[in-house]
């Protein structure tokens, strides 16, 4: 894509009431644009991130079986009543609404009801489970505080992802292959090293759940770790009983400060009981179908990455998510550029080409506020040498190689 085509700009000062580093990069940058407290729209760059960071996802949940589908907004209050959930007193984050022709309707918060309501249509027997169907949709929560850019919003992108199996035994079989995809995910994008699969007391319905916590100082959450037993303690729930179910007595901790980024819940038939989903066995008895959740925020793993990676100069993407594999610059040289742009983008390389009439300076300090992972210059310099000259977003260094040696280091 060529600079003088994205609309967006890159900004010094990042709006006086945001706090958050990630919402601070990312509306400098040019990713995002802030609506309202806790409300962002994704511009190009934004989009493309998202993106990325959702097809890996699909990856993992396709890899694990399951099936992506794309549900309502909008919600049916006679459903939720059913669990008890529509009750503001209950739920305390609801965003609600009228309809002209009369009744209330609410913007989920979450989709287990209506789920299970569906699939009402389609299990009926043994043979119908297990099924994982998944999707990546917008959530509203009307969030007490939202101080923490993308991390927190009040209308974001959630993958969240629904088992429904035969038994509790085989929900358990499936949360550890979920816990191997959340971990794959967590790598891909680039923080699988400070994040753990952390325990915590679960709701009423399963004793523990599991939350996968990322190291950093701009969590709202505090984990006890122990890097030994790469097993993390929520803060709160950190009691003799947890350690002694885990056998984690006598470990080290460490306390540290963590942004939960993914979760996952044994829901037994809590949901399929209120809502009627059963299954008839291989001996025509009913029973009740057993449930799982297993949630990511997208927008919340966004704004972690760019939290934990970035540095002075601006955001450092990893090379998995980032918008653009290539930034090339043109420092006066636009007819050389254009050649190399045009090799690059055949071999499918993503080429941002800033092709803009503006200072070498403005150029090298966008290129680093926005963080594409190679950094490419094109001037007379280079030119006269017949190379170009490569710098990583990581690395201090720049190098004169050739456009061929750059495609295979690709
Ligand atoms: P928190 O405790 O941080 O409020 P939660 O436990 O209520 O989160 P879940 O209902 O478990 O959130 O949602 C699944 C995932 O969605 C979370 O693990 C988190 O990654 C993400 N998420 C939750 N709330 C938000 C939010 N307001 N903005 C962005 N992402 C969110
Ligand atoms: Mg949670």
Excluded: C
């Amino acid at each position: 894509m060529k600079q003088s085509n994205l609309f967006t700009k890159t900004r010094k000062e990042a709006p006086k009431d945001e706090e958050s580093t990630n919402a601070k990069l990312l509306i400098r940058a040019g990713y995002i644009n802030k609506e309202m407290a806790g409300v962002y729209s994704y511009l190009p760059l934004g989009l493309r991130v998202l993106e990325k960071i959702s097809d890996i996802i699909r990856e993992e949940m396709d890899a694990i079986g399951g099936s992506e589908i794309h549900m309502t907004t909008l919600q049916e209050k006679e459903i939720w009543e059913k669990t008890n959930r529509w009750d503001d007193e209950v739920v305390d984050n609801w965003f609600k609404t009228n309809l002209k022709s009369g009744g209330e309707l609410g913007l989920a918060f979450t989709h287990e009801e209506p789920l299970t309501h569906i699939m009402k249509n389609y299990i009926q027997s043994y043979r119908d489970l297990p099924v994982f169907p998944y999707q990546i949709q917008v959530k509203f929560r009307n969030e007490l505080r939202a101080k923490s850019g993308i991390m927190r919003g009040r209308e974001f992108l959630m993958k969240d992802m629904y088992s429904f199996t035969k038994s509790a035994e085989e929900t358990d079989a499936f949360h550890l292959e979920a816990q191997k995809a959340y971990m794959n995910i967590f790598d891909r994008v680039g923080i699988g090293e400070r994040t753990f699969l952390t325990v915590s007391n679960g709701a009423s319905f399963s004793k523990y759940s599991h939350e996968f916590q990322t190291i950093s100082d701009a969590g709202e959450d505090v984990i006890h770790l122990s890097r030994e037993r790469n097993i993390a303690v929520n803060a709160d729930d950190y009691g003799p009983e947890i350690l002694k179910d885990f056998d984690l007595e006598g470990i080290e901790f460490e306390e540290v400060k963590s942004v939960e980024v993914g979760d996952i819940y044994k829901l037994g038939t809590k949901y399929s009981d209120a809502l009627g989903l059963s299954y008839t066995d291989e001996d025509g008895t009913t029973h009740p179908v057993d449930m799982g959740s297993y949630g990511i925020g997208i927008g919340r793993l966004m704004g972690t990455v760019v939290e934990v990676l970035s540095d002075e100069k601006g955001i450092v993407w990893p090379e998995s998510i980032a918008p653009f594999q290539v930034h090339l610059l043109s420092l006066g040289e636009d007819e050389a550029a254009e050649k190399v742009y045009a090799t690059l983008t055949q071999k499918g390389i993503e080429v941002l080409f800033d092709d803009r009439d503006i200072s070498a300076g403005a150029k090298f300090a966008d290129s680093e506020l926005i963080g594409i992972p190679y950094r490419v210059v094109v001037s007379a310099n280079t030119e006269k040498e017949e190379k170009i000259e490569v710098k990583k977003r990581t690395e201090e260094d720049e190098r004169l190689i050739s456009v061929e040696e750059l495609i295979s280091q690709l």
